[in-house]
């Protein structure tokens, strides 16, 4: 995606805050040593599960972008706000 591309945020990008939350909220609830999960805590176990889960949850959201991309027309992308003038 090239920066004059950028139209904002989109609903999508709310799917970023899904691995933090568990990651980070599950732990509470997954904050135990029994059961083993592959020999592993559970915790570990949950959180290994969670790092996998951000990645495919990364790419999805990339996937959405790309889709949305091809469905602005050029005249509605606004410009990027980097200093220079315009």
Do not use: Q
Not at 36 to 41: H, T
């Amino acid at each position: 995606m090239t920066a004059s591309r950028r139209v904002g945020w989109r609903r999508h990008h709310l799917l970023g805050a899904v691995p933090a939350l568990g990651m980070l909220g599950g732990i509470v609830l997954a904050n135990r040593v029994h059961p083993l999960v592959l020999g592993l805590p559970f915790l570990f176990a949950w959180i290994a599960a969670w790092v996998v889960a951000t990645s495919l949850i990364m790419w999805w959201i990339l996937r959405l972008d790309r889709a949305h991309e091809a469905d602005v027309p050029a005249e509605s992308v606004r410009p990027e706000a980097d200093g220079s003038p315009s």
